[in-house]
């Protein structure tokens, strides 16, 4: 047993090698978003923290975005906040991607380890951790990182539910609370929203085992704590959602990226389809595949057949949500508040994957009683294992047939050719054949699968993350967008359209008048309009003939006295001189005077200062977007903050010399803090109490 434990060590580690290459090398991972959107906003994050800088307010997106409240750098969290304060930039970012698959390692082993042996808990665990989905989900490292969470917060449920000692249960009672929070403070709700659901799963199943009810509410306590924990993220993100365009979403969003019903053929023939796409894979390896044949083989003989219903239950149930809109089900999932701002119902598959990687450990530990016992099935009983064979070889030849065919074509199939939905048949014939040698007794059957499923893993895991597009270095992303030779760190220039390459200036010191979140911010002006840039004041745009200067555009601050209040402000906006008038929401009255000067004294994240000689009382006009939590004060004065032109911020000041000081400082973001502070306390208390007392009452 102990050189299978060593066995499947081995290949877990063989399988984070890929992962820690950039690492090692100096280089990151650039596919998809990693490039794109994480390594540019974790940028900014380190930035405001080596500089003291507040880390709310980045004006480097979209110019000016509460960055803090979008939530998925995960800024408040202690993990994320001491990478990025004491470590490079590169050097952070791959400790966090590599510290999540670790981390669900890890967990997932424990868990595992409840119900099954050492050998077989890791390899479940290898199977969860570099999964189809996880490994396939590597440009979304937050998700990742949150999905690691999901083994140990059902271990802390099992631990509380079931722990006949005081002590347990009151760790078990924290663990939930922080490891939920935890998940929190990484700002994915949706992948919080998966949690729960296996962790109501998870619950019934124990109830269903005779856990006692009283538990319950402990559990349910622990819940809530661990969302006040998470509230100094929770409240921001909150925010910044209500003022995003997800505010107000659609059912065709809410159902996109739903997993089309022919992209079922992956089970038992991966490689069939030509593009499957990391949002639609629903792979998990053919020994996942093969283990349901085998639960057929051997239903009488297993062990724990509760279990195993339940997981293939719990698998059926995440597998028709994952179908979105062609599963009929999620379509009224979708209505319930609080949930309608999510989308890709492609990522229950998570849950999915969860449920075979208990399944393969279950089986696992079949095939090893098998083989240790010397144990021979009858290979007539074995014929099940055919059938997924048998479905691969008739998917494989009708996908080779009609890979060029005009009904591929009208059908919009991406089919492959024979040769690489043959690696499909490869692995699931090989995998068959080791399975059939383990029901005969073979002893050295066992090891082998064990390295043909880290292999067969790793191939479909990491070919987007090595194949499309190799690690670079953290230069090599900066130059991978050309910007003006004229231009100079700090200016403000319209992205290059294409989602891999907007943030990427930010990389180089440029602030962006647009970009790419996942909560992008409403704004009443399109950004590709070129009155919006000018009052932007961004300096440079890309157009088909390379980058040109943008001419008029408004500088960084300037007082107004010329001032109307319009409730179309997208439409009025064209019909004044933007360079001597201001349109707010609101009417501003007794503005006099030739307009006076600003000059800008310091311009720092969340934080500017203008020194303004105004004639008159006039209106200072920032080119920062607005916000509600923005404050501005001249010494122990605070004036209110205005909403001009649609997406500025400004504010009346008198006739004078004054130094306005404008602060980024939300209240979502001071209430959040307080209920953390709150949650923790009564986290601590109430461990303490479970702790002391000598019952559940």
């Known amino acids: 047993m102990r050189s299978q434990v060593r066995l499947v060590g081995l290949c877990c580690a063989a399988l984070c090698v890929p992962l820690c290459i950039p690492l090692v090398t100096g280089r990151v991972f650039v596919w998809d978003d990693l490039a794109a959107f994480h390594l540019p906003v974790r940028h900014l994050y380190r930035e405001a923290l080596r500089t003291g800088d507040s880390v709310l307010w980045t004006p480097a997106l979209f110019s000016g975005a509460y960055l803090f409240g979008e939530g998925q750098v995960g800024m408040a969290h202690p993990f994320h906040w001491l990478l990025y304060r004491l470590l490079p930039l590169g050097v952070a970012f791959n400790v966090e991607l590599v510290s999540s698959y670790i981390v ?89 929203w998966l949690t729960l659901v296996a962790a109501g799963c998870f619950v019934l199943w124990l109830l269903r085992g005779g856990a006692p009810t009283s538990r319950l509410v402990p559990l349910v ?15 921001p993100t909150l925010d910044v959602l209500r003022h995003s365009v997800r505010a107000v979403t659609t059912l065709e969003f809410r159902l996109s990226y739903s997993v089309p019903p022919i992209n079922m053929v992956q089970f038992w023939s991966p490689y069939a389809l030509a593009s499957v796409g990391h949002d639609f894979g629903v792979y998990d390896s053919a020994f996942s595949t093969a283990a349901l044949a085998w639960l057929v083989v051997r239903w009488t003989a297993m062990k724990r057949r509760d279990l195993i219903l339940g997981l293939l239950a719990f698998a059926a149930l995440a597998l028709l949500l994952a179908l979105g809109r062609y599963g009929g089900v999620y379509p009224w999932l979708a209505e319930v508040p609080g949930l309608a701002s999510f989308r890709a119902p492609s990522r229950y598959v998570l849950l999915v994957h969860l449920a075979f990687a208990g399944i393969a450990a279950l089986v696992f530990e079949d095939l090893a009683d098998i083989t240790r016992r010397r144990e021979r099935i009858d290979v007539r009983r074995l014929w099940p ?10 998917t494989t030849v009708t996908a080779a047939t009609l890979v060029e065919s005009r009904w591929a074509t009208a059908h919009e199939l991406a089919l492959s050719g024979a040769a690489r939905a043959g ?13 059939l040698m383990a029901g ?16 067969d893993l790793g191939l479909w895991g990491y070919r987007y993350a090595w194949r499309i597009a190799p690690p670079q270095t953290i230069d090599e992303i900066a130059a991978r967008v050309p910007l003006p030779d004229a231009a100079r760190p700090g200016d403000y220039v319209l992205p290059i359209q294409g989602q891999e390459k907007r ?63 319009s409730d179309r402000i997208a439409e009025d906006i064209r019909h004044i001189d933007i360079a001597h008038m201001a349109l707010t929401d609101r009417a501003v009255d007794g503005l006099s005077g030739e307009p006076g000067q600003a000059r800008v004294v310091t311009d720092r994240p969340g934080r500017i200062v203008i020194q303004a000689t105004a004639p008159g009382t006039q209106l200072l006009v920032l080119t920062e977007r607005f916000h509600e939590g923005w404050r501005a004060r001249d010494g122990e004065r605070e004036y209110p903050a205005l909403r001009v032109d649609g997406d500025y911020v400004g504010c009346v000041i008198d006739a004078g010399t004054h130094r306005v000081t404008f602060t980024f400082a939300p209240a979502s973001a001071r209430n959040g803090l307080w209920l953390t502070i709150a949650g923790l306390a009564l986290t601590a208390v109430s461990t303490w109490r479970l702790w002391r007392q000598r019952r559940f009452r």
């Open 503 to 565: 943030n990427i200036p930010v990389l180089r010191g440029f602030r962006l008048s647009a970009g790419y979140l996942g909560l992008n911010p409403r704004a009443t002006l399109d950004y590709d309009d070129p009155l919006a840039q000018r009052l932007a004041g961004v300096a440079w745009r890309f157009t088909d003939a390379g980058w040109v200067r943008v001419e008029d555009t408004m500088p960084r601050a300037r007082l107004i006295s010329n001032v109307q209040s």
């Open 423 to 435: 690696v499909g048949s490869a692995l699931l014939g090989a995998t068959t054949l080791l399975l």
């Open 104 to 192: 669900g390692l890890a967990g997932m082993w424990m868990l595992l380890r409840r119900r099954v042996s050492d050998e077989a808990a890791l390899f479940g665990a290898m199977v969860f951790a570099f999964s189809g989905f996880n490994l396939l989900h590597l440009s979304q490292m937050n998700a990742v990182a949150i999905v690691a969470h999901l083994p140990w917060v059902l271990l802390a449920i099992h631990s509380l539910l079931t722990s006949s000692t005081r002590q347990g249960r009151a760790a078990a009672f924290a663990g939930v609370a922080l490891l939920l929070a935890s998940q929190m403070l990484l700002g994915y709700l949706q992948y919080v």
């Open 385 to 394: 294992l055919a059938v997924p064979l048998a479905l691969n070889l008739a």
């Open 440 to 455: 005969r007794g073979v002893r050295w059957a066992v090891p082998a699968l064990v390295v043909l499923v880290a292999f």
């Open 221 to 235: 306590a622990a819940a809530v704590l661990g969302v006040c924990v998470g509230g100094v993220q929770l409240l």
